[in-house]
Structures are given as structure tokens and as C-alpha cells.
């Protein structure tokens, strides 16, 4: 008893994707003619029925006979309800595999695999998000603080509301990824400072650190009006956004999620909606760079009194992100 090759299975109209398969048992069997089925069975770690059923189906029909049996597609092994969620995620939310587990998991007590929730897609006709863009040099390995405060992040970001610029300020804690939005009209000093009293109110620990680029937004009055609050001030290195890597990823996001799904016909409509998105981003959406969580459940895990590693300066601030 003898492998058969490539060439003579194809002869026999045997689909490709069986032709291993079909000279794997064949081995087995050629085992099992020395050694008997019981040994065959023992060695490969296969029922002694199976090994012989092989061989009963060799001897009537040749090759043909060690073709599986069983049916291509088979019953799925998660519920029409699960598949109906994984769609939702996919078309409607726009979430990969990771971040469409999660939410099953979380808000709908459904744990699927991602491999599983791949497929489904796949079956669904659904391609792989593939992010596309320019290719970009290697970041650094980014490192969180330990408490919340230790650095906030701040940076802007240019948008277009009825087609006029528009500028969005975005305050990003290092430690718990919590966020505090705002839109402007312009973007220079004025609003700079004026986004620095709003983020004191609205966050909701002390800021002991922030941290900027060297834009024109942030002159000299920025930086005394920072240090007269007790706040210390970094400015990045020039031609380095890589050091501000976690707001900039934010920015990505935004537009993803954001701004490339809703168009605006006036600024205080935008501004609604952009506030409306801060709330999502800290309390509804799950980052997958905090395990799981979102930011608001990482602040009060940082903030909890049982946590070892929780900051021993009380929070001063009361005020919550809208």
C-alpha cells in the first residue's frame, strides 16, 4: 500500500484540499497492516473502529473511499443572537474582532472568541479592517504614569465645521486615557488659557503636570499662567509628536469615530455633539490599551481606597466630564 501523488489524485477528481489528508490515513493504514488496527489505533491515538472503517472503505473504493464524509459547512456553534451582535458591531460600529469581544462580553454577557467573531465576519462577507495611511517610523515604547495627574497631554486639533476651520482642544490624562473636549473658533492664547481653567474644573483629580508641543498656542502666558497654578509645565522636543504619542492617537480616533461619520452646519451644533463624544469616549468606550476598560472605570480603580498605588494627595476636584 503505497502514497499516492498529487498527480494521480487529480486524476481522480479528489478536490486539493483533501489530497494530505487522504495520504496521512493511507500511512495509517500501511501501519496498521504491519502492527494490525489495534496497534495503529494505539500509536496515532485513534479509535480502533476508526482505523478499520478506513480500511473497509480503501478496499471497496480506492482512494475515493478515505475522502471525509462529513459536511462541508457545518451548524454554527454560537447562537443566531451572537452573530446578529457581531454584524451590528461590524457594519454599524466599525469594531474590529478585540474590540467587538469586549463589548459582547461587557454589555452583553456573550464571551466569543476573536478568532470565532473573525470567522463569523468573514462568513458574513465582511473583509479585515485594515487601517490604512502613511507609513510611519517606529514609535518609542510608551509608558503610562502611575497616578492619575502625574501628565495630562494637550494638544490640538484642526477640523472643519461648515467648512470654516474650527480647532479642537483635547486634554488627555496619561495615566487613565480620561479626556476633556473642547471646540473653538481660534486657536491662540486666549483659548489656550481658556481651556487650561476648563480642564482644572473638569477633571476630576489635581493636575500635577502638562504637557505641550511648541505651538504658537502656548506662549508665555500659557506657560506663567500654568506654573502660577502649581502645575509644572514640559514642552515636548521640536519635530517630536511621538512624545505626545497618547493625545495624538486620540486625535486619530476622533476622526475615525467622529468626525469622518457626522457633518455640522453651525459651531454650537458640533460643540453639543463633540461634548456628547467626550462622555462616550471616557464612560461608554472600551480602550484597548487599559485592558478592557474604559477611562472612567481606570480612574476609579486608580482613585479607590484599596488600591496600594492610589496617590496620597486627597482629589481637590470635584467636577465630572460631561
Same mark, same amino acid.
Request: with cysteine; charged share 30%.
Given at each position: 500500500?503505497?502514497?499516492?501523488?498529487?498527480?494521480?489524485?487529480?486524476?481522480?477528481?479528489?478536490?486539493?484540499?483533501?489530497?494530505?489528508?487522504?495520504?496521512?490515513?493511507?500511512?495509517?493504514?500501511?501501519?496498521? =497492516?504491519?502492527?494490525?488496527? !489495534?496497534?495503529? %489505533?494505539?500509536? #496515532?491515538?485513534?479509535?480502533? !473502529?476508526?482505523?478499520?472503517?478506513? $480500511?473497509?472503505?480503501?478496499?471497496?473504493? /480506492?482512494?475515493? /473511499?478515505?475522502?471525509?464524509?462529513?459536511?462541508?459547512?457545518?451548524?454554527?456553534?454560537?447562537?443566531?443572537?451572537?452573530?446578529?451582535?457581531?454584524? $451590528?458591531?461590524?457594519?454599524?460600529?466599525?469594531? /474590529?474582532?478585540?474590540?467587538?469581544? #469586549?463589548?459582547?462580553?461587557?454589555?452583553?454577557?456573550?464571551?466569543?472568541? %476573536?478568532?470565532?467573531?473573525?470567522?463569523?465576519?468573514?462568513?458574513? /462577507?465582511?473583509?479585515?479592517?485594515?487601517?490604512?495611511?502613511?507609513?510611519?517610523?517606529?514609535?518609542?515604547?510608551?509608558?503610562?504614569?502611575? $497616578?492619575?495627574? =502625574?501628565?495630562?497631554?494637550?494638544?490640538? !486639533?484642526?477640523?472643519?465645521?461648515?467648512?470654516?476651520?474650527? #480647532?479642537?482642544?483635547?486634554?488627555? =490624562?496619561?495615566?487613565?486615557?480620561?479626556?476633556?473636549?473642547?471646540?473653538?473658533?481660534? !486657536?491662540?492664547?486666549?483659548?489656550?488659557?481658556?481651556?487650561?481653567?476648563?480642564?482644572?474644573?473638569?477633571?476630576?483629580?489635581?493636575?500635577?503636570?502638562?504637557?505641550?508641543?511648541?505651538?504658537?498656542?502656548?506662549?508665555?502666558?500659557?506657560?506663567?499662567?500654568?506654573?502660577?497654578?502649581?502645575?509644572?509645565?514640559?514642552?515636548?522636543?521640536?519635530?517630536?509628536?511621538?512624545?505626545?504619542?497618547?493625545?495624538?492617537?486620540?486625535?486619530?480616533?476622533?476622526?475615525?469615530?467622529?468626525?469622518?461619520?457626522?457633518?455640522?452646519?453651525?459651531?454650537?451644533?458640533?460643540?453639543?455633539?463633540?461634548?456628547?463624544?467626550?462622555?462616550?469616549?471616557?464612560?461608554?468606550?472600551?480602550?484597548?490599551?487599559?485592558?478592557?476598560?474604559?477611562?472612567?472605570?481606570?480612574?476609579?480603580?486608580?482613585?479607590?481606597?484599596?488600591?496600594?498605588?492610589?496617590?496620597?494627595?486627597?482629589?481637590?476636584?470635584?467636577?465630572?466630564?460631561?
Amino acid at each position: 500500500m503505497r502514497l499516492i501523488t498529487t498527480k494521480e489524485l487529480r486524476t481522480l477528481s479528489i478536490a486539493t484540499r483533501h489530497h494530505h489528508l487522504i495520504n496521512s490515513r493511507l500511512a495509517i493504514l500501511r501501519y496498521a =497492516d504491519e502492527y494490525g488496527f !489495534k496497534g495503529a %489505533a494505539r500509536r #496515532f491515538g485513534l479509535d480502533r !473502529k476508526t482505523v478499520r472503517t478506513w $480500511h473497509r472503505r480503501w478496499v471497496a473504493s /480506492g482512494p475515493a /473511499g478515505l475522502v471525509p464524509r462529513h459536511p462541508r459547512t457545518r451548524r454554527r456553534r454560537i447562537s443566531e443572537e451572537a452573530v446578529r451582535l457581531i454584524e $451590528h458591531a461590524r457594519r454599524e460600529l466599525h469594531f /474590529g474582532a478585540m474590540r467587538t469581544r #469586549f463589548w459582547l462580553d461587557r454589555v452583553h454577557h456573550i464571551r466569543v472568541a %476573536a478568532a470565532t467573531i473573525r470567522r463569523v465576519c468573514r462568513d458574513l /462577507g465582511y473583509p479585515p479592517i485594515r487601517r490604512t495611511g502613511p507609513r510611519r517610523p517606529r514609535q518609542p515604547l510608551l509608558f503610562s504614569k502611575d $497616578h492619575p495627574g =502625574d501628565c495630562v497631554q494637550v494638544d490640538v !486639533k484642526e477640523v472643519k465645521v461648515a467648512g470654516k476651520k474650527c #480647532f479642537q482642544y483635547t486634554a488627555l =490624562d496619561d495615566c487613565t486615557r480620561y479626556r476633556v473636549l473642547r471646540l473653538y473658533p481660534r !486657536k491662540y492664547h486666549g483659548t489656550s488659557l481658556e481651556f487650561l481653567a476648563t480642564i482644572r474644573q473638569m477633571l476630576p483629580f489635581p493636575i500635577r503636570k502638562v504637557q505641550v508641543d511648541n505651538g504658537t498656542e502656548f506662549p508665555l502666558a500659557f506657560a506663567l499662567a500654568v506654573q502660577e497654578a502649581g502645575i509644572r509645565l514640559r514642552h515636548i522636543k521640536p519635530r517630536r509628536p511621538e512624545q505626545n504619542g497618547k493625545v495624538e492617537r486620540s486625535h486619530r480616533i476622533d476622526e475615525e469615530e467622529f468626525w469622518s461619520r457626522a457633518t455640522f452646519d453651525e459651531f454650537t451644533s458640533a460643540t453639543q455633539a463633540l461634548r456628547a463624544w467626550e462622555h462616550q469616549y471616557n464612560h461608554d468606550r472600551f480602550s484597548m490599551a487599559l485592558q478592557g476598560l474604559t477611562p472612567a472605570e481606570k480612574l476609579a480603580t486608580c482613585l479607590s481606597p484599596l488600591n496600594p498605588s492610589s496617590p496620597p494627595t486627597p482629589c481637590t476636584h470635584t467636577g465630572a466630564a460631561a
